[in-house]
């Protein structure tokens, strides 16, 4: 049943927009050229900012929402993806696109950018071939200008990723964790690992104190999860798209690959790459020290477990007091070691290589202190500083996030790129 049965149809407005604030005038003026058909004061317009703060889903015309709220099934007579949308061709944006695919009508379209068959296989993007692959039928491309419109047929397809199960329990989450907050409330440490279940990283310990438990509790509660939600759901387009390009790219193709990722919050990067159809991955951990980020991964682990079987874990710790059991091909810290003590990151860095096996990789994406930075300014890396932190292991190889690129030193500057060394 629709997430909104029950309502009439007439509610809603004819037609969605996916793409970034900034752009929509630019582009809805581009695609009424384009599509002469779509008049756009006729049609209602949503925006939805992909960046959007807001979680819930707008109803009215011309409001503006997230970009990972559940949408209404078959309400829109167009659905259009901008091409300011990071479209990577992996299975977010598989789930993505039947999700957008899911909303249109029947004899509806949905409108979505693609690039050259070169430039899709050099930047990891999508091509015409690959979306029509993916539908399973063919669409068409008014005026030759790298767009393609699929007329809805049938059912959309399905994907395993974690947006897919984002999306399906987007409305039930604020619930679900009320539920386990208050089962959560008052516990002993020992009743924490019942809490979480069999995600979690058997021969690690929690090594969580009770003073740092209430203090998760009450501090950094499982609200600042959802608010922070859509960010962490979000990056995952682009991080395992990179992650799963740099893998393919230093590391054998027939290996069974084994994954961590240091303050990986909720555990959706470790998740998706476990599910990414090209890698084989055998073992895919998230380390994290919030209590939070631990319970939204157990509600995402019970939603995928089919799909993930045996083969993703949690560790409910420190950095700096992970100890490995295993070695490792991957291991990253994304916008993580910026958030602990100096020391303790130096550290932490330090035994992740240690923990690679030989020709493993470790990869590193920070954001780095710019003026342009209000929140957690304080706590970025300069470019120095980050690189001096790095240099005991090796020189770097550096990756766009926007593309799957590598890009010479001389050309990183202030960017925060993925920075990429592998161990000899
Ligand atoms: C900005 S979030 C990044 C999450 C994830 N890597 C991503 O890119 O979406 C930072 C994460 O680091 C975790 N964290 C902070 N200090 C940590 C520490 N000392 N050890 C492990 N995790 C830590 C936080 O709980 C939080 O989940």
């Known amino acids: ?61 011309g409001d503006a929402g997230s970009a990972y709220c559940a949408l209404p099934q078959e309400c829109f007579g167009r659905v259009i993806v901008g091409t300011t949308c990071r479209l990577f061709r992996n299975p977010w944006s598989q789930a993505m696109l039947s999700h957008l695919y899911a909303a249109v009508r029947p004899g509806g379209s949905l409108v979505v950018p693609f690039v050259s068959e070169a430039e899709a296989q050099r930047k990891g993007y999508w091509s015409r071939t690959a979306l029509e692959q993916f539908f399973g039928h063919g669409g068409r491309e008014p005026g030759d200008q790298g767009v393609l419109v699929l007329t809805r047929e049938g059912a959309p397809p399905v994907v395993d990723s974690t947006l897919r199960w984002h999306f399906g329990h987007r409305g039930s989450l604020p619930a679900a964790h009320a539920e386990l907050r208050s089962r959560a409330g008052g516990i002993e440490l020992a009743g924490v690992r019942a809490l979480l279940g069999p995600m979690l990283l058997s021969e690690e310990p929690i090594a969580i104190d009770e003073l740092t438990l209430a203090d998760v509790l009450e501090s950094e509660g499982l609200e600042s999860v959802l608010a922070v939600e859509d960010y962490l759901i979000g990056g995952v387009g682009y991080k395992s798209a990179l992650l799963n390009h740099i893998a393919r790219r230093y590391l054998p193709p027939d290996r069974p690959l084994r994954f961590l990722d240091q303050g990986g919050g909720a555990g959706f990067l470790a998740a998706e790459l476990a599910l990414q159809p090209d890698l084989t991955v055998q073992r ?77 990789v470790l990869i590193v994406h920070e954001n780095i202190k710019s003026p342009s930075y209000k929140r957690d300014y304080d706590l970025m890396f300069t470019v120095e500083e980050l690189e001096a932190l790095l240099s005991p292991f090796g020189t770097p190889e550096y990756y766009l996030s926007t593309a799957t690129i590598e890009i010479p030193r001389e050309q990183v500057g202030q960017r925060s790129v993925f920075r990429v060394i592998q161990k000899q």
Request: aromatic share 10%.
């Open 1 to 61: 049943m629709p997430p909104h049965a029950g309502s009439s149809q007439r509610h809603y407005p004819s037609a969605l927009y996916l793409g970034q604030p900034g752009a929509v005038d630019r582009e809805l003026d581009w695609i009424v050229r384009l599509l002469p058909d779509f008049d756009a004061d006729a049609n209602r317009l949503l925006l939805f900012a992909q960046s959007g703060a807001s979680g819930g889903w707008p109803l009215s015309a």
């Open 284 to 360: 895919s951990v998230c380390v994290d020290a919030s209590l939070a980020m631990a319970l939204t991964a157990r509600r995402m682990h019970d939603g995928l477990r089919r799909a993930l079987a045996d083969r993703f874990a949690f560790s409910l710790t420190r950095a700096g007091n992970f100890t490995y059991a295993d070695q490792y091909d991957l291991i990253s810290f994304i916008s993580a070691l910026m958030y602990m003590p100096r020391d303790e990151a130096r550290d932490a860095a330090s035994r992740a290589f240690e923990a690679l096996r030989p020709g493993g």
